[in-house]
C-alpha cells in the first residue's frame, strides 16, 4: 500500500509537470492513463501478465489487450464519457499462467489535474501488483519432465542431447496446444524460451572449441605427455605428479574433455612402456582434469554457465577458487601416491628401458607443425589475457573467444567448413540450449522456487548453513547425475538465496556451487563428462574400469576435496 502512494505521487508531480502533453488536442471526455507494474513476490519482474480494467464492477473493454513488458510494466490510456471517472470505482485484475488470478484491486487514488479545460478530466492510475504462485497441472508437468530428463540421463537410456531435445519441445508443445485453450497448462512462452538460452555460453564453447581444434593439429598434447616423461626421468612417482599438473594447467584453460582425449593414449603408451597398469596413471589424470577445470571461468561447463548467470570475471574465478584448487590439486597428488604405491613399485624403469622408451616417445609425439603453434599460442594467450580484462571492459566473455577464434582460422587457414563438422562438439551446444528450456520451464512453474525456499528454510537464515548445504548437495548430487544439468538447476535456486540470506551478497554462494558441482564430479565415472571420456578410452584399450571400481579409487579423495573446500568457503565468507 505505502509503495502504491510513493508511485502514485510521484505519477501525480510528473502529470503536473507536463500538462501540456496530456491535455492537448485531446478528444472530449474523461481520460485514464492508467500504469503500472507486476512482480512476482521476490520483486522479479514478470512479463506477459494480463491486465484487465473494471468500471464500477463492470469490465472494460479496451481493445489490444494490456500486457506487461520484458519489465514488468505496462501502460494503456482509456476514454470514457466527460464525468465519468468523478465519482467512479476503478479496479484492474491481473493473471499470468502458473501464478493465482489477483482479485480485482481498487486502484487508488484516480488523480485530476485542474489545469485541463473544464469539458474533460485527465486521470492517472499506477498500481504495483505482486503475484503469488499457484500449483497448477503445468507445475507437475514441468516437474515431471525435468526429472525425467533427468533420470534418462543418468541411466543413459538415450543420448543426452536428445533427452534435453525432447523435454524441451514437450514444453513448448503443450503449452501452445493445451495452454492455448486451458491456461492452468500453459508452462513457457517460446519469447521466454529464447531468453532462457544463455547465448554467451554457447557462443564462448563454440569459441574454446575451434581454439583448441586447431591446437589439436600441432601435437602439442602429445609433446607435453613425452616431455612429463623427459623431465620425470623414469621415476614413476615424479611422472603421477608432473602429469597431473600438466594436465591440471591445461584443464584450467582447455576443456578438460578434450584434454583427456589427447592425455590418454600418449599415457597408456608410457604405463605400458613401463609394464604397470595404465588406470594407475589415467586415474590421477583424470581426477587432476576436473580438479584444474575448476580453477577458472573457462575450465569446466558449469563455472562457464555460473559466471554468465551471475555476472563474475575471470579473475574473480582465478582469486576465489584458485588457491583452493591448488591445494586440492596437492592433497590428492599425495593422495594417488599412497593408494597405487604399490602398483608404482612395479615400474621397470632400468636406465636402458627408461633411454628406449624416451627415443621411441620421441619420434612418435612431437610438434608437427610449429608455425601454427606459435600462432596458435600467441592467439590463445591474448584470447586469455581479454578474459582477464573482460569484467574491466564490460565484454562478454563470449567475444573475445568468437573474435579470437575468427581470427585463429585465418592465420591456420583450415577450412572453417572442416572445423565446424570435426571440432564443434554441435550435440554438446545443443544440448545447452535445450535444458536451458526445461530448467526455465521448471523456474517458471514455480518449482525452482519451491526448491530455493526449502533451503532457505533448512539453512535458517545462516550463512554457514547455506554455504555447507550448497556445496555438499552440489558434490553429491554431481557425482550421481551429470553437473550440468544440475549447475542449470542450481542457478536460479542459488541466486534467490543471495539475495535473502544475510552475508551472502558477497557471492559466497557461487562459488559453493562452483566447487562442489565441479569437484563432486569426481566422485564417480557418470559424475563428469571426462570421466566417461576416459572410462572408455581405457576400455578400448583393453583396461576395464568398473562403476564400483571407480568409486572406490575416486570417492574418498572427492570427499577430501569438499571437506577443504568447506574450510576455505568459510575463511573467505
Not at 229 to 250: D, H, K, P, Q, W
Amino acid at each position: 500500500m505505502n509503495r502504491n502512494l510513493v508511485m502514485c505521487v510521484i505519477s501525480a508531480m510528473i502529470f503536473v509537470l507536463v500538462p501540456t502533453h496530456l491535455c492537448a488536442e485531446t478528444v472530449p471526455g474523461d481520460h485514464l492513463a492508467l500504469a503500472g507494474k507486476v512482480t512476482n513476490p521476490q520483486g522479479k519482474s514478470l512479463r506477459d501478465a494480463r491486465i484487465e480494467v473494471f468500471l464500477n464492477g463492470e469490465i472494460v473493454e479496451t481493445g489490444d489487450e494490456i500486457r506487461s513488458s520484458d519489465e514488468g510494466t505496462y501502460e494503456a490510456d482509456l476514454t470514457f464519457p466527460e464525468g465519468t471517472l468523478a465519482e467512479a470505482v476503478m479496479e484492474i485484475r491481473v493473471s499470468k499462467p502458473s501464478y493465482l488470478t489477483t482479485g480485482p484491486i481498487e486502484i487508488q487514488p484516480l488523480l485530476r489535474d485542474e489545469a485541463c479545460s473544464s469539458d474533460q478530466g485527465e486521470y492517472l492510475a499506477y498500481s504495483y501488483v505482486e503475484l503469488t504462485r499457484a500449483i497448477t497441472p503445468a507445475f507437475w508437468i514441468a516437474s515431471a519432465v525435468l526429472l525425467l530428463v533427468y533420470v534418462i540421463i543418468a541411466l543413459e537410456l538415450m543420448h543426452r542431447t536428445l533427452a534435453a531435445l525432447l523435454g524441451a519441445a514437450f514444453i513448448l508443445f503443450l503449452s501452445y496446444t493445451a495452454g492455448t485453450f486451458f491456461p492452468d497448462y500453459f508452462i513457457l512462452s517460446f519469447d521466454d524460451a529464447i531468453d532462457a538460452i544463455d547465448f554467451n555460453v554457447i557462443a564462448l564453447l563454440m569459441g574454446m572449441m575451434i581454439i583448441v581444434g586447431v591446437l589439436k593439429k600441432t601435437g602439442v598434447f602429445q609433446w607435453l605427455s613425452y616431455k612429463s616423461y623427459e623431465l620425470a626421468r623414469g621415476n614413476i612417482f615424479v611422472l603421477s605428479i608432473i602429469l597431473m599438473g600438466v594436465t591440471a594447467l591445461c584443464s584450467a584453460f582447455l576443456d578438460n574433455v578434450t584434454t583427456m582425449l589427447l592425455m590418454i593414449p600418449v599415457t597408456i603408451e608410457i604405463a605400458m612402456t613401463l609394464k604397470i597398469n595404465p588406470v594407475a596413471l589415467l586415474m590421477p589424470e583424470v581426477f587432476a582434469s576436473n580438479v584444474g577445470g575448476t580453477a577458472t571461468l573457462i575450465g569446466d561447463p558449469p563455472n562457464i554457465m555460473i559466471g554468465s548467470y551471475a555476472n563474475l570475471s575471470f579473475m574473480d574465478f582465478a582469486r576465489m577458487l584458485g588457491p583452493v584448487c591448488l591445494m586440492v590439486l596437492v592433497v590428492s597428488m599425495g593422495y594417488f601416491f599412497l593408494w597405487y604405491k604399490k602398483e608404482y613399485g612395479r615400474a621397470q624403469t632400468s636406465p636402458d628401458q627408461v633411454k628406449q622408451t624416451l627415443a621411441h616417445l620421441r619420434a612418435e609425439y612431437r610438434i608437427t607443425n610449429g608455425r601454427l603453434l606459435f600462432s596458435s599460442v600467441i592467439i590463445l594467450a591474448l584470447t586469455i589475457m581479454f578474459f582477464i580484462l573482460h569484467g574491466i571492459l564490460g565484454m562478454e566473455p563470449c567475444i573475445a573467444a568468437m573474435t579470437f577464434a575468427g581470427v585463429l582460422l585465418v592465420v591456420s587457414r583450415i577450412d572453417i567448413v572442416e572445423m565446424l563438422e570435426h571440432e564443434i562438439e554441435w550435440p554438446t551446444l545443443i544440448f545447452f540450449m535445450m535444458l536451458f528450456i526445461v530448467v526455465a520451464g521448471a523456474e517458471q512453474t514455480g518449482l525452482i522456487q519451491i526448491i530455493a525456499d526449502w533451503v532457505n528454510r533448512m539453512s535458517s537464515g545462516s550463512i554457514v548453513m547455506a554455504i555447507l548445504i550448497i556445496l555438499w548437495v552440489s558434490a553429491l548430487a554431481s557425482a550421481i547425475v551429470d553437473n550440468i544439468p544440475f549447475t542449470a538447476t542450481m542457478l536460479p535456486i542459488v541466486a534467490y538465496l543471495t539475495e535473502v540470506i544475510p552475508g551472502a551478497e558477497t557471492g559466497i554462494l557461487w562459488w559453493a556451487l562452483a566447487l562442489g558441482a565441479c569437484l563432486g564430479g569426481n566422485g564417480t565415472m557418470i559424475g563428469a563428462s571426462a570421466n566417461v571420456v576416459t572410462v572408455g578410452m581405457a576400455e578400448r584399450a583393453g583396461y576395464h574400469i568398473s562403476f564400483m571400481n571407480y568409486l572406490r579409487i575416486a570417492f574418498v579423495p572427492m570427499l577430501i576435496s569438499i571437506a577443504l573446500s568447506s574450510a576455505w568457503l568459510l575463511l573467505i565468507r
